[in-house]
């Protein structure tokens, strides 16, 4: 008896109604939790770049690679002195990738006692994150929302100069 009623209850139109609700619903909700993550991503990837600002300079001061030079270090060299975590020291954590080196300047050591540049790109643009980040020495974190591609020999990485179509982040 009860069965019946079920059955008469749910017809295939009405069915069909819920299944297009589901539909509409998820339709309208996918975009919001697609920003959330985004933005959650980008959030972290801030951190991480504070991370290894914060990572540097205790590389650096405390010589902690042990070569006799307060100099910058790179994500592995990061890594083998403990001062990222293990994750970040992959280069990919929560979306984005990660790449920090000192500064190589002229090509004399001088340049990685003094400067060192950070770069976050989203491992998809638009995907993973909406923003690609970039930090120098300064600390001060950079936006752009173009993949950024750092390039041999270019001023950011031989300087460490953030470029002018980069925003300071609030
Ligand atoms: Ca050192």
């Given at each position: 008896m009860l069965m019946r009623c079920f059955r008469a209850a749910f017809t295939l139109i009405e069915l069909m109604v819920v299944v297009a609700i589901i539909t509409i619903v998820v339709a309208i909700a996918l975009p919001t939790v697609m920003e959330a993550r985004k933005s959650g991503n980008e959030g972290n990837a801030v951190g991480s770049l504070r991370t290894i600002a914060a990572g540097q300079a205790l590389f650096r001061e405390a010589d902690r690679d042990g070569d006799g030079l307060t100099d910058y270090g790179n994500l592995a060299e990061l890594a083998a002195a403990d001062v990222i975590d293990q994750i970040l020291a992959t280069g990919t954590k929560a979306g984005y990738r990660f790449e920090t080196e000192p500064a190589i300047g002229d090509g004399s050591p001088d340049w990685r006692l003094m400067m060192y540049y950070s770069v976050a790109n989203p491992r998809k643009m638009d995907?993973?994150?909406?923003?690609?980040?970039?930090?120098?020495?300064?600390g001060v974190i950079f936006y752009t929302q173009q993949l950024y591609v750092v390039v041999p020999g270019s001023d950011l990485q031989k300087y460490a100069i953030i470029p002018p179509e980069m925003y300071p982040i609030k």
């Open positions: 995907v993973t994150g909406n923003r690609a980040y970039a930090s120098n020495y300064s």
